[in-house]
């Protein structure tokens, strides 16, 4: 890959980043900012928690992507960024503009899948 695109991939990834991390902070701050419980009636209590578990759900996904962006920033730094960790070919550009986490070219990821829903995960 050469250093435009590295460069390229590597501020979309920490955009990404950022944006996630944000995302996160309101959430705990709106979570802290929520209204009193107890002063709530039965319903709305009930309408609370179900937003509320809903969005740490979110969150807990957005955590796990948060992860694979921190990899995928190391692997811009140690040059292995866009490179198929099963075969070791290049992973299309189109794909890591699709999905720039990804560790595995689309072929490798089609028989990845494959494979899963045979075992039936």
Do not use: H, W
């Amino acid at each position: 890959m050469d250093e435009e695109k590295r460069i390229y991939f590597k501020r979309l990834l920490v955009e990404r980043l950022n944006a996630l991390l944000e995302g996160a902070e309101k959430t705990v701050t709106g979570m802290s900012n929520d209204y009193k419980e107890e002063l709530l009636d039965p319903a709305d209590r009930a309408s609370l928690e179900s937003n509320r578990n809903f969005t740490l759900r979110i969150r807990d996904r957005e955590r796990r992507l948060i992860g694979k962006l921190n990899e995928a920033l190391e692997r811009i730094e140690d040059g292995t960024f866009g490179i198929c960790e099963i075969c070791g070919k290049r992973i299309s550009e189109k794909r890591l503009l699709a999905r720039p986490v990804t560790t595995l070219c689309i072929e490798c990821k089609t028989e990845q899948e494959k494979r899963e829903k045979m075992r039936g995960e």
